[in-house]
C-alpha cells in the first residue's frame, strides 16, 4: 500500500500551514499529487478554503484531525488542499461545479475529482457525523470510495458530463448596445433589492456589497432621482454604525449574520478594507459630512495599524476566531467597561448599547444606535464634551484590548489585494490630504515592483518569497492601482508600468474578441481555462482591466486600450443590466466610458487650495493628475493628455471632455465654473 506524509510544511501559505500537522496525507496542488492519482487511478478528494474561514477550521477540527477519518482518506484517495486566495483559478472551476450540482458555493469547498480532474462529487462544509436527514464526512468517504472501486466508469461518464456542463456555463452571452439605458434598467433593478429599513441588500447574512453603493451614488449624478443617492448614503451610515464596523479598532468585518449590521462574522479581509473606505471617501465628497471621512480615515488607520508589513506590503486577513471562541477579541462586559472607563462609563455605554446581559451571548458588540446629542443631554453636557470622552474612551479601551490574544494573522501578501490597497489610499490622502496615505500608497508600490515583480511579468503571492505566477486580477487590478498612485503623484514610472501591464493583458489574457481569462495563455492546463465576470465579493480582473483600459487611452492615445474595453463592455452588459447585483463596478465602468472622462490637469500645484478643492469634489467620472513640478511636466510631455499643457510659475488648471480643452484656468471661481 502507498503511504505518503503530510506534505505541506514547506508551504508558505499559511492557510495549507495550518493543516500541516494533519494525520490526512495532504499534498498541496501540483503535480506530484495529480501524477500519483493518474498513476494509481484514485479519486482526489480536493479541499479549498482559507486561513480566516470559520467553518474551515471547524471541518479541519472534526474531521482532518480525526485518526480515523484520516485513515480512510489516505488509503481510498489522494488528497489535495488549495489556498483559494493563492489559486482562485481552481477556486472558481470547482466553485462553479458546485454552485451548478447544490445552487451554492462557500468554503470550505470539498470535492472529489477524478484522477484527470474532472469533478463528481461537490459540497462545502460536511459535519463529520450523520445528521438531520445528512450523510457526514465520513458516511460520503465511504460510499465514494466504494462506488469508485465497484462502477468507476459510471462515475467517469457522469464527470465527463459535468465537465461539459462547466465548459458550456463558460461561453459569453450575446452582444449588447453600450446606451444609458443599460445604467437605467441596472440601477432601478438595483434599487428594487435595497433594504429600505436597515440599508444594504437582502436579509441575513448580509454582506457590505460595496460596489453596489458606489453604483448607486455614480447613477444618482444622472438620473436627478434623490432616492438613489439617499439610499447609498444611508447604507453606508447604518453599517458604520453597526458592529460590522470596528467602533474601537477601525475596519470592518466580513459581513453581518443579521440584517441590522449588528452581529458580524468577525473576520477581517484585506479587500474589504481597501474596497469601503473608497466608497465612504466618495460619500464624504457628496456630502462633506465629516462623518464619513472619519470612518474613511479610521478604516485606512486600521489597516496600517493592524495590517502592513514592515517592508510596506499589507496582510491578507485577521482571524474572526481568538483563544478558541469566534469574536472573543472584540466582545466586551459592561463590568469591564466600568472598571476601565469609571466616570464616563455611562456615556460611552449609552452611546454603543452598552448593556448588563449585553447584545449578544450575554456580551456587547459595540454599535452606535443614538444621536450624540441625545446622549449628551442624558448626560447634562455639551455635544463637544460628549464627542471628546467618547474619543478619549475608545482609545483607551484600544490600548486595554491590545492585550488581549490577537486573532490569528494571515500574513501573506498578495498582489491584487495589496493593489486594491494603494488605490484605498491613493484616495484617502485625496480627500483628506494627509501625506501618511499617500507615503503607504508609494511604498507599497515599490514593494510590489521591486519584491513581487521580474522581467517575465508579476507574481500573485509574497510570503519571505515571491512565489505563483500572477492572475488576470493580479495584472488589472495593479493597472489601475499604479495610475491612481499616477494621479497622486505624476511619476512618469507608474504611467509606464500601468501601460506595460495593460500591453501584458492584451497579449495573454484577451482573447482578441470579447472576453478575458483568469489565467495567461502560458499557464498549467486545467479542465478549463477558468474566466470569472462577476463583481462578487471583488470586482472581477475584467471589469477592473477595462477601467483601467478606458483610463490609459486616454492617458496615452492607444486605441487598442480603448477597442478592447468597448468590446467586453459591449459583451457583458445586457447580462449586467439583468443581474446587476453581480456586476456593479463594471457597471461603475460603463458608467465611466457613457459620460466620457473629464481630463483635468493641475500644472504646478504651488497654490493647494486649488488642487484641495477639486480634490474634495464628487466627480466620478473625472482623470484628474497633479503635476508638481516642472521636471514631472517634461517627462510626462510626450503622453497625449499632457500634450499642448505648459508649466507656468503658477498654478494652471486644464479641464478636455470629448477632445476639447480650456484655455489654462487660474482662479478657483472660473475652475468650479467649468466643472
Same mark, same amino acid.
Given at each position: 500500500m502507498y503511504v505518503s506524509k503530510n506534505?505541506?510544511?514547506?508551504?508558505?501559505?499559511?492557510?495549507l500551514l495550518q493543516h500541516a500537522e494533519n494525520p490526512v496525507h495532504w499534498y498541496p496542488w501540483g503535480p506530484e499529487a495529480l501524477d500519483r492519482a493518474r498513476r494509481e487511478d484514485k479519486p482526489i478528494f480536493l479541499s479549498v478554503g482559507y486561513s480566516a474561514c470559520h467553518w474551515c477550521h471547524v471541518m479541519a477540527?472534526?474531521?482532518?484531525?480525526?485518526?480515523?477519518?484520516?485513515?480512510?482518506?489516505?488509503?481510498?484517495?489522494?488528497?489535495?488542499k488549495v489556498d483559494r486566495e493563492e489559486r482562485p483559478d481552481i477556486d472558481v472551476i470547482y466553485q462553479s461545479a458546485c454552485q451548478m450540482a447544490t445552487g451554492q458555493g462557500g468554503w470550505p469547498l470539498s470535492v472529489f475529482l477524478t484522477p484527470d480532474q474532472?469533478?463528481?462529487?461537490?459540497?462545502?462544509?460536511?459535519?463529520?457525523?450523520?445528521?438531520?436527514?445528512?450523510?457526514?464526512?465520513?458516511?460520503?468517504?465511504?460510499?465514494?470510495?466504494?462506488?469508485?472501486?465497484?462502477?468507476?466508469?459510471?462515475?467517469?461518464?457522469s464527470a465527463d458530463k459535468f465537465l461539459q456542463k462547466i465548459k458550456f456555463n463558460a461561453q459569453p452571452p450575446n452582444h449588447s448596445t453600450l446606451d444609458m439605458t443599460i445604467l437605467d434598467e441596472a440601477a432601478f433593478s438595483l434599487l428594487s433589492m435595497g433594504d429600505p429599513i436597515y440599508g444594504g441588500f437582502g436579509d441575513a447574512p448580509k454582506f457590505p456589497n460595496i460596489a453596489n453603493v458606489s453604483f448607486l451614488l455614480r447613477y444618482a449624478t444622472i438620473s436627478n432621482v434623490s432616492k438613489f443617492n439617499k439610499f447609498g448614503l444611508d447604507s453606508l451610515r447604518q453599517m458604520a454604525k453597526g458592529g460590522i464596523f470596528d467602533q474601537i479598532g477601525g475596519g470592518f468585518h466580513r459581513y453581518s449574520t443579521d440584517r441590522m449590521w449588528l452581529v458580524p462574522h468577525f473576520e477581517k479581509m484585506l479587500y474589504d478594507n481597501a474596497l469601503i473606505p473608497i466608497t465612504y471617501a466618495e460619500a464624504y465628497q457628496i456630502t462633506k459630512?465629516?462623518?464619513?471621512?472619519?470612518?474613511?480615515? #479610521?478604516? !485606512?488607520?486600521?489597516?496600517?495599524?493592524? $495590517?502592513? =508589513?514592515p517592508a510596506g506590503g499589507f496582510y491578507s486577513a485577521l482571524d474572526a476566531d481568538s483563544e478558541g471562541e469566534e469574536g472573543?477579541?472584540?466582545?466586551?462586559?459592561?463590568?469591564?467597561?466600568?472598571?476601565?472607563?469609571?466616570?464616563?462609563?455611562?456615556?460611552?455605554?449609552?452611546?454603543?448599547?452598552?448593556?448588563?446581559?449585553?447584545?449578544?451571548?450575554?456580551?456587547?458588540?459595540?454599535?452606535?444606535?443614538?444621536?450624540?446629542?441625545?446622549?449628551?443631554?442624558?448626560?447634562?453636557?455639551?455635544?463637544?464634551e460628549a464627542k471628546r470622552i467618547i474619543c478619549t474612551?475608545?482609545?483607551?479601551?484600544?490600548?486595554?484590548?491590545?492585550?488581549?490574544?490577537?486573532?490569528?494573522?494571515?500574513? #501573506?501578501? !498578495?498582489?491584487?489585494?495589496?493593489?486594491? $490597497?494603494? =488605490?484605498?489610499?491613493a484616495k484617502g490622502y485625496r480627500v483628506s490630504h494627509e501625506t501618511k496615505y499617500l507615503d503607504a500608497a508609494k511604498k507599497a508600490t515599490n514593494f510590489i515592483i521591486n519584491k513581487m515583480m521580474d522581467k517575465q511579468g508579476l507574481f500573485r503571492t509574497f510570503k519571505e518569497e515571491a512565489t505563483i505566477r500572477g492572475f488576470l486580477e493580479d495584472y488589472s487590478y495593479m493597472a489601475?492601482?499604479?495610475?491612481?498612485?499616477?494621479?497622486?503623484?505624476?511619476?512618469?514610472?507608474?504611467?509606464?508600468t500601468a501601460e506595460y501591464l495593460g500591453e501584458y493583458i492584451l497579449e495573454h489574457f484577451w482573447d482578441g474578441e470579447n472576453n478575458f481569462f483568469m489565467t495567461p495563455d502560458n499557464h498549467e492546463s486545467l479542465i478549463v481555462r477558468p474566466q470569472n465576470n462577476y463583481d462578487i465579493p471583488i470586482p472581477s480582473g475584467g471589469s477592473m482591466a477595462t477601467m483601467a483600459f478606458i483610463k490609459l487611452y486616454h492617458l496615452t492615445g492607444k486605441k487598442k486600450f480603448l477597442d478592447a474595453a468597448k468590446k467586453y463592455m459591449g459583451m457583458r452588459l445586457q447580462e449586467a443590466a439583468d443581474n446587476s447585483f453581480a456586476y456593479c463596478y463594471l457597471l461603475s465602468t460603463a458608467y465611466m466610458y457613457m459620460l466620457k472622462p473629464i481630463e483635468i490637469t493641475i500644472l504646478n500645484t504651488k497654490d493647494n487650495s486649488i488642487k484641495d478643492e477639486i480634490h474634495t469634489r464628487f466627480i466620478p467620472n473625472g482623470i484628474v493628475v497633479s503635476v508638481q513640478n516642472e521636471g514631472q511636466a517634461q517627462n510626462l510631455a510626450k503622453y497625449p493628455?499632457?500634450?499642448?499643457?505648459?508649466?507656468?510659475?503658477?498654478?494652471?488648471?486644464?479641464?478636455?471632455?470629448?477632445?476639447?480643452?480650456?484655455?489654462?484656468?487660474?482662479?478657483?471661481?472660473?475652475?468650479?465654473?467649468?466643472?
Open positions: 506534505l505541506l510544511g514547506a508551504e508558505s501559505s499559511p492557510y477540527h472534526e474531521s482532518f484531525e480525526d485518526e480515523n477519518i484520516a485513515k480512510i482518506m489516505n488509503e481510498n484517495f489522494v488528497n489535495i474532472k469533478p463528481f462529487y461537490v459540497g462545502t462544509y460536511f459535519p463529520v457525523l450523520d445528521g438531520y436527514g445528512r450523510p457526514g464526512f465520513g458516511s460520503i468517504l465511504r460510499q465514494l470510495s466504494l462506488a469508485w472501486k465497484e462502477k468507476p466508469a459510471d462515475i467517469k461518464k459630512d465629516e462623518f464619513y471621512l472619519d470612518i474613511m480615515k #479610521k478604516t !485606512l488607520n486600521f489597516v496600517l495599524n493592524e $495590517m502592513t =508589513s472573543r477579541f472584540y466582545v466586551w462586559s459592561k463590568s469591564e467597561i466600568n472598571k476601565i472607563l469609571n466616570d464616563d462609563s455611562k456615556l460611552f455605554c449609552l452611546y454603543y448599547d452598552v448593556t448588563e446581559g449585553g447584545n449578544w451571548e450575554g456580551t456587547n458588540i459595540l454599535r452606535n444606535n443614538i444621536r450624540l446629542s441625545t446622549v449628551a443631554q442624558a448626560c447634562n453636557m455639551s455635544e463637544a474612551s475608545e482609545r483607551r479601551l484600544y490600548e486595554i484590548r491590545s492585550l488581549r490574544v490577537r486573532p490569528g494573522l494571515d500574513d #501573506k501578501i !498578495l498582489t491584487s489585494w495589496n493593489a486594491m $490597497m494603494i =488605490s484605498a489610499f489601475s492601482a499604479l495610475l491612481d498612485i499616477f494621479e497622486e503623484s505624476p511619476d512618469v514610472k507608474y504611467l509606464e493628455f499632457f500634450a499642448g499643457k505648459t508649466f507656468s510659475d503658477k498654478t494652471q488648471v486644464f479641464i478636455c471632455k470629448d477632445m476639447t480643452c480650456t484655455p489654462p484656468l487660474t482662479t478657483l471661481p472660473e475652475i468650479l465654473d467649468k466643472l
